[in-house]
């Protein structure tokens, strides 16, 4: 039963029907008719004969035994009775049994969430003075928020999963899942900084913080707690807005504890609300961790350019401000890109519950999400062209193309891979980020410039997840 998985289209199975086969026939007395009266449901569903023939072996059909009770050689070929026999049908999912449609406000407001942290951290951090202030304060940021972007992954998909038990339990899997997260940020910067020759103890207190921020936002994103955590936000702003004014001297330390005390007391108050049961719930933690290094993969690739570890003396630890502030859009775009993704599904879930034909179905799939695809990246290459031409006019530094391309590419691939996710094709979209990330991680060795280094390092994200995405809606199960 390990054969490759492909499907006949519907018009080849009704080519091969019998001539004179008719709904009616199906009532018929014969065995056959029977056994496909029985296996309704699988029969219908069924995308390749193989699938039935499994269904026949579990169900304890041997060769012998179908020659002797329906007449055909084999398992096999009565399976292949049974695929020709009955057509092909998708799941009937009615209005109470798809997800509730998430408000478009509610997409947008994420990626303002997500960009948060790079607003308040210039003013809140750094925590120590002196000439090594910026590269301990960059040191912990960069390994808690790229560290943190894998994490994170994986203990939002352990809170999702303890979330179809009810809010308590999703509550508690979070607490303890992201307390986890944040002292492992703070022992990996620690860590780092030992290496680097840095402070400790500095480096580890601004991981910890942002591990902490990046936790208790995970925990109210997952309990759909977005305008909470955007009112925690709006002292802290206020706060930066007057020191930007020069109303008030707004001291760092102030700053830090609104920006990170404010998420943390409305995250404690999210889970003591949603109640306390005995314990978190079991999840699997092996998903999750491969959950974590689709994160890590995808940090590491924008990582790799935006830190220029390939730069005599090492990687550029001068401050956040540089290059970093180029994924400003890409960013503010993840919004759009979960909207696009909750569309794309319920667009792609219509096509697969029309009655056409297989091939059909498949025909219109494609053609819907290439377009969804290519919508969304045209949006993103207009704002990136807009970026182009404002920011040295306002003062900014000149993007390089090679750059700005490369982070369209990147959105794209990232809404591909979203997709190949919730198919359950994780291990492609991993597959896809690691060949990104060697790629440009080969192009830097071979002695290419980090832009066009970078840009190889795009196209290869986006062509692997767009053949991935290719093969996968061949499959119609990846359809609903």
């Known amino acids: 039963m390990s054969a490759t998985l492909r499907r006949t289209p519907d018009t080849e199975r009704r080519e091969r029907l019998p001539a004179a086969w008719s709904g009616r026939d199906r009532r018929a007395p014969d065995p056959l008719a029977q056994l496909s009266r029985r296996l309704e449901g699988a029969c219908q569903g069924a995308v390749q004969p193989l699938e039935l023939a499994a269904i026949l072996e579990a169900e304890g059909y041997t060769d012998q035994l179908v020659r002797t009770r329906f007449g055909t050689p084999d398992v096999f070929a009565c399976a292949q009775l049974l695929y020709r026999r009955v057509p092909f049908r998708p799941p009937d999912v009615t209005a109470s049994t798809l997800p509730r449609p998430v408000p478009l406000e509610r997409d947008l407001t994420r990626g303002v969430i997500y960009l948060m942290p790079a607003l308040w951290t210039p003013f809140a951090l750094p925590l120590t003075p002196g000439m090594g202030a910026a590269q301990v304060t960059t040191a912990g940021l960069l390994t808690a928020t790229l560290f943190g972007w894998g994490w994170m992954q994986g203990v939002a998909y352990r809170g999702y999963q303890a979330l179809v038990r009810g809010p308590a339990p999703a509550a508690r899997t979070l607490a303890v899942a992201g307390v986890q997260a944040t002292v492992l940020t703070a022992a990996l910067a620690a860590g780092v900084a030992w290496m ?152 792609l879930g219509d096509c697969a519950r029309r009655t056409d034909p297989v091939g059909v179905i498949r025909t219109r799939a494609a053609r819907f999400l290439s377009g969804r695809v290519a919508l969304f990246t045209a949006g993103l290459a207009i704002t990136y062209l807009l970026v182009a031409l404002l920011s040295p006019r306002l003062g900014g530094p000149v993007l390089a193309p090679e750059l700005l391309t490369g982070h369209v590419l990147v959105g794209a691939a990232l809404l591909l891979s979203g997709y190949l996710i919730n198919v359950s094709l994780l291990g492609g979209a991993l597959l896809a980020w690691a060949g990104a990330l060697g790629a440009q991680v080969a192009a830097r060795e071979a002695g290419f410039a980090p832009d066009p280094a970078y840009l190889l390092g795009a196209v290869v994200a986006a062509l692997l997840c767009g053949l991935l995405t290719t093969w996968a809606v061949r499959d119609a199960r990846h359809l609903t």
């Open 196 to 347: 680097m020759d840095l402070p400790v103890l500095p480096t580890a207190g601004v991981a910890l913080a942002m591990g902490t921020y990046l936790a208790s936002a995970t925990a109210l994103l997952v309990l759909g707690q977005e305008a909470r955590l955007l009112l925690t936000a709006l002292p802290v702003a206020a706060l930066i807005l007057a020191h930007l004014t020069g109303l008030v001297q707004a001291p760092q330390w102030l700053t830090l504890l609104l920006a990170v005390g404010g998420p943390l007391l409305a995250a404690a108050q999210a889970v003591t609300r949603a109640g306390r049961p005995a314990a978190a719930v079991a999840t699997r933690s092996g998903r999750a961790l491969l959950y974590a290094t689709y994160g890590w993969l995808c940090a590491a690739f924008l990582g790799a350019r935006l830190l220029n570890p390939w730069q005599p003396g090492g990687a550029d630890l001068s401050g956040m401000m540089g290059l970093s502030w180029s994924v400003a859009p890409l960013v503010l775009g993840m919004g759009v890109l979960e909207f696009t993704l909750r569309g794309l599904h319920r667009g």
